[in-house]
């Protein structure tokens, strides 16, 4: 028989134990719910941060490119001048290895008077947020280098020290292109200042563009800015022999 040993008198008692077998049920629901539940929640939160480190790796992949896109050296300076980052693209731009300065300061590596510029450039980009712009050499083991540099603060969180950053492009090649650019202007000019006779020169406006000391003299002037950039024709071609007005419309020199 599959009668109670007590026998069927007992429904109080039953009773009870079906309770507790209810109970027992619902909580063991409850937690399987819950389970399921937070099973569900570390899935979200695990694609969440998949898309987001994602997210993040594309972003950083985007900055790379962009400044390896950039021909200019990019330098993170703390509040101290010192040197935090470094970034050189292409690798030809890096003369020196990293270690020169990465990690100093970089008043360690510059000129007197190059030190002076940075130093007022960072100082105006802290006190103002300007871009400042300078123009600085650095003395290098194959040859002093010239450098065009754009500095201006960068955003940091609140309570956090000033940075800076610097781009920084070599301009050397420029540089002495206009050097010798002037040596040759200032050749020609002593080859003209040496003729007797007066020479002067027009661009396509008419505009004098190079006049000897001959010449000068012949028109009376004494300094060679007093007509350089200036209309040749209004100077000294305005008026006939007889003074009557010469058009420049009807100058042959035009």
Same mark, same amino acid.
């Given at each position: 028989s599959v009668a109670p040993a007590a026998g069927w008198g007992e429904p109080?008692?039953? $009773?009870?134990?079906?309770?507790? $077998?209810?109970?027992?049920?619902l909580l063991m629901a409850a937690l399987a719910k819950l389970i399921a539940?937070?099973? $569900? *929640?570390?899935?979200?939160l695990e694609a969440e941060v998949t898309a987001r480190t994602a997210e993040i790796q594309a972003t950083q992949n985007q900055l790379q490119a962009t400044l390896a896109a950039i021909p200019d050296l990019t330098f993170e300076l703390g509040e101290d001048g010192r040197v935090l980052a470094f970034h050189s693209s292409p690798a030809k731009s890096l003369r020196v290895p990293r270690e020169t300065?990465?990690?100093?300061k970089m008043a360690d590596f510059l000129s007197e008077d190059t030190r002076s510029a940075v130093a007022d450039g960072l100082r105006l980009a802290a006190e103002h947020g300007d871009v400042a712009r300078i123009h600085y050499q650095v003395p290098l083991p194959g040859g002093a280098r010239w450098y065009a540099a754009s500095i201006a603060r960068k955003d940091v969180a609140a309570g956090e020290a000033p940075r800076f950053i610097i781009l920084a492009r070599d301009i050397t090649r420029s540089m002495r292109d206009e050097a010798a650019l002037r040596e040759s202007r200032e050749s020609l000019q002593r080859l003209l200042d040496s003729m007797s006779e007066g020479a002067y020169g027009v661009d396509a406006a008419g505009n004098v563009s190079f006049v000897n000391r001959a010449c000068l003299d012949i028109l009376g002037y004494r300094d060679p800015e007093e007509i350089l950039g200036k209309h040749a024709h209004t100077l000294f *071609? *305005?008026? *006939?022999a007889d003074g009557s007005a010469y058009p420049a419309r009807e100058c042959r020199m035009y």
């Open positions: 109080r008692r039953l $009773a009870l134990k079906d309770l507790q $077998a209810q109970i027992v049920s539940e937070s099973r $569900a *929640h570390e899935d979200q300065f990465l990690g100093r *071609h *305005h008026s *006939h």
